[in-house]
């Protein structure tokens, strides 16, 4: 990375926040506080994905719309804990959901650009509000409607391989793609929605690991980590 990103908005998947006790673990949220907590001097918008709870897309006995409904509803329980957390860490944090609900705000690109301004965590939830899109489009969208100069994936990988690593291969780890190279090798990292977005807003993504310590924190700070995309 040439510069360190002034703003910079962050996917989390559901699964960050799953632990062995249950779907939302006290321990992993704490820890993605104290992560996201350290970053004083960048602005942070996050979305926060709901498959800890319930991924809408793969459930086998619910309406696909019911069921990403109560994904998107998912992400909120989500976005509310880790709001929770990292006050209690000293950092405000705001909460805006795309699905109305009275513990949340909704969204609106100009409140939080403003909160974003002044140094206020801005967490989405809630997903785009529609069936059929995924969190990772959402967070291209948030990305874009706040003028975000990176969007940055956490995952539990170290980012884009030539091929699945479960495949019980030998993949290898790709440190650059262009947008159009992703979109050409239909890699399942990041959803191909979302990348055609950052392309169109000229947006960089970067997909990294999350759990490795100092991660985040090299990101924010200018430094390559997983993949770049651009």
């Not at 960050?16 to 993605?32: D, R, W, Y």
Request: aromatic share 4%; hydrophobic share 45%.
């Amino acid at each position: 990375m040439a510069a360190a990103p002034r703003r910079l908005l962050l996917k989390l998947s559901g699964e960050a926040f799953q632990g062995e006790a249950g779907s939302l673990s006290a321990e992993f949220v704490s820890k993605i506080a104290r992560d996201v907590a350290s970053l004083t001097h960048t602005e942070l918008g996050i979305v926060v994905g709901g498959g800890n709870i319930l991924r809408g897309g793969r459930s086998p006995w619910l309406d696909r719309v019911e069921a990403d409904t109560l994904g998107m509803l998912s992400t909120v329980l989500n976005g509310l804990a880790l709001r929770a957390v990292l006050e209690a860490a000293g950092r405000e944090a705001i909460v805006q959901s795309a699905l109305a609900t009275e513990l949340t705000d909704p969204v609106s690109a100009r409140t939080a650009r403003a909160a974003l301004a002044k140094g206020v965590i801005v967490i989405f939830a809630g997903g785009t509000g529609n069936p059929f899109v995924t969190t990772d489009t959402a967070a291209a969208i948030r990305a874009a409607s706040i003028r975000a100069d990176l969007l940055a994936k956490g995952s539990n990988v170290a980012g884009v391989f030539s091929e699945d690593p479960r495949a019980g291969r030998a993949p290898k780890l790709l440190p650059r793609l262009t947008y159009d190279e992703y979109l050409a090798g239909r890699y399942g990292v990041m959803d191909l929605a979302a990348v055609e977005i950052c392309r169109g807003e000229k947006i960089p993504i970067v997909v990294f690991d999350h759990t490795k310590p100092g991660a985040l924190a090299a990101l924010a700070s200018g430094k390559r980590v997983g993949t770049l995309i651009s």
